[in-house]
């Protein structure tokens, strides 16, 4: 489903700030893999879901999904095989616009644009259905601008738009971290249902080691730009916090610190 | 007093189409597009000189709405091709149109008096010109809304209105924003050339100097429209940019018949557009005063 091979990225190359994110990275995931990505600040977790959502070109490796190759595929051609939530609740909508309007948006990613109707009756019906399984009352809302949003209600929507066409992968960073920890764990369950009914290869990052260890198949933990650990089926789900922290002990780059939001997780 | 009025309205619709090209950049876009400056005058000088070459008005307008289009073109390319940042790329093409314009026109000022113009055939019907100026105005700002208020719902006018908003956003469900942010140019320079066009023949003379000042001209008829006119649906966002236009010229007759001298104009209205964009600060100073800080050291 995704393959990367020696994927390294350097940032700044050649100046004093020269930073190497990611150093030779290889991973594998198979179809309906649910990968929860763990590791300290800077340890390169986002450049590793960047660099797959093509947000900016790796310096070396590459690329696969699907078999295809796309590691020189620019980012918006790419997002037709991708679903993304980001870490910040106002990157993944677009404030100006009402909810029926940023989903319209979403519903045609990866089909071609033209002078149709921007948004179609039928469709309507759909994102009212499909804003009543969020159970948050966005159904009734549908002509309100999304900026008026609270951050949950705006990733429950992005999620949403990540998700309407099935992907092929879909790429999590950070999303509930910006939230209070009952939205958190509100987007969280929504996240882990749509992933489990739609049966999606899924990544996602995240600082809590408990939710980490709770949800997916596989767990990898990143560090100096490399993959750490990588755990999956029995031996993921017998995890406990405390092995982590130990396998995070022993895996640690020099620079990288335990942030204090994980150990609390 | 009427004829005053009378004028006003008419000046006002032959730039509300302009202003509609400064919405779609400054509004939807988010850029400042100084390319408006040149570009008016291009749709001023290619009427002027298809008209004095003795061809149709109409295919005059229709040229300078191609020339607009290009001229757009020429900044979103240098913006999103080469990287250069959008105000620069605007004043970019803003400074090489000087010299096409000069070009195009042959000479600084081209006269079209006595010559037919698109205001003709109304004329011919026995209107007088600014009658003839206010119909045909009229009926291109309703037309120029009418389309755009389409355009604006469609896919691609809904993507480029979300580019504005968040080009990230936009880039993850798979659009190009190089592609987006060009066609926005592109459509608000040829709304932009109209003006120009629609402008020239109705004063008879296309001339080297008249875009000066226009993007300022348009973001304070823009400001005008927002403040007085609100801004609930698209369709009403349009039309208040024609009553912001016309209303701004309507200020501007009544400050000059109140003894401002013509010379300060540009100074009043950079003034009122400062005053404009800045009424934000303005209030958050004096909330900023009037209530004590929380917390703090
Ligand atoms: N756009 C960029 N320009 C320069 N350096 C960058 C950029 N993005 C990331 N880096 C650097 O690359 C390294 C990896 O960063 P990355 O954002 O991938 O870490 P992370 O694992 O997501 O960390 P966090 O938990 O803080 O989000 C860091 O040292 C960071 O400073
Ligand atoms: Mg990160």
């Not at chain 1, 350097?10 to 995931?29: G, I, M, Q």
């Not at chain 2, 080469?82 to 070009?103: E, K, Q």
């Not at chain 2, 942010?181 to 023949?201: F, H, T």
Request: hydrophobic letters at 50%; a positive charge; proline letters at 3%.
């Amino acid at each position: 489903m995704l393959r990367v091979q020696n994927l390294t990225k350097v940032f700044n190359h050649n100046t004093v700030n020269e930073r190497v994110a990611l150093d030779n990275v290889s991973l594998t995931l198979d179809a309906g893999d649910f990968v929860t990505v763990i590791g300290g600040n800077g340890a390169g977790k986002s450049t590793l879901l960047n660099c797959v959502a093509g947000l900016y070109p790796p310096d070396a490796g590459s690329i696969f999904i699907d078999d295809a190759n796309v590691t020189r595929l620019p980012e918006y051609r790419r997002a037709a095989y991708l679903g993304r939530v980001f870490q910040d609740p106002m990157m993944g909508t677009a404030a100006d616009m009402n909810i029926e309007e940023n989903l319209a948006l979403a519903y045609r990613r990866g089909r071609p644009r033209g002078l149709r109707w921007g948004i179609s009756a039928g469709e309507r019906v759909l994102y009212r259905q499909m804003l009543e399984t969020l159970d948050l009352g966005l159904e009734t809302r549908m002509q309100s601008k999304v900026g008026l949003l609270s951050g949950g209600q705006r990733q429950a929507l992005t999620l949403l738009m990540a998700t309407l066409h099935k992907p092929r992968l879909l790429l999590l960073d950070e999303h509930t971290a910006a939230l209070d920890p009952k939205t958190a764990r509100k987007v969280l369950e929504l996240s882990d249902r749509f992933i489990q009914d739609g049966s999606l290869t899924t990544m996602m990052v995240t600082h809590n080691m408990r939710d980490a260890i709770r949800h997916g198949n596989r767990l990898i933990m990143m560090s100096g730009g490399s993959i750490a650990v990588d755990v999956s089926g029995e031996e993921k789900s017998r995890l406990t916090v405390e092995d982590l922290l130990k396998m995070f002990e022993q895996a640690r780059g020099t620079e990288e610190e335990i942030p204090d939001r994980m150990i609390l997780g | 007093m009427e004829q005053i009025l009378l004028g006003a309205l008419s000046l006002g619709l032959l730039w509300s189409v302009m202003t509609i090209g400064v919405y779609i950049t400054f509004r939807i876009l988010s850029i400042a597009d100084m390319t408006v400056e040149g570009t008016i005058t291009l749709g001023a000088a290619v009427t002027a000189r298809v008209i004095s070459l003795g061809a149709s008005p109409w295919l005059g307008l229709l040229l300078a709405i191609v020339a607009g289009l290009l001229a757009g073109l020429i900044t979103g390319l240098l913006h999103t091709k080469l990287g250069i940042p959008a105000l620069l790329s605007g004043i970019l093409t803003m400074i090489a149109l000087f010299s096409i314009n000069l070009r195009v026109m042959t000479k600084a000022n081209i006269s079209l008096l006595r010559m037919p113009t698109v205001y003709s055939p109304l004329m011919a019907l026995g209107l007088d010109k600014t009658w003839a100026v206010i119909v045909l105005g009229g009926l291109c700002a309703a037309l120029v809304i009418s389309l755009l208020y389409w355009f604006f719902g469609t896919e691609i006018g809904s993507a480029i209105r979300a580019t504005g908003a968040n080009p990230n956003m936009v880039r993850a469900q798979g659009i190009h924003t190089d592609t987006t942010i060009i066609l926005g140019l592109m459509i608000s320079n040829a709304l932009v050339g109209i003006s120009g066009s629609l402008i020239a023949q109705s004063q008879n003379y296309a001339d080297l100097q008249m875009g000066t000042g226009a993007i300022v001209i348009g973001l304070a008829s823009m400001i005008i429209g927002e403040v007085l006119f609100g801004k609930r649906n698209f369709f009403l966002r349009f039309l208040s940019m024609v009553l912001g236009s016309i209303t701004y010229r309507i200020i501007i007759a009544l400050v000059l018949k109140m003894g401002m001298p013509s010379d300060d104009l540009k100074l009043f209205t950079a003034i009122t557009v400062v005053f404009a964009l800045s009424l934000p600060k303005i209030k958050d100073l004096i909330n900023g005063r009037l209530r004590p800080r929380k917390g703090g050291v």
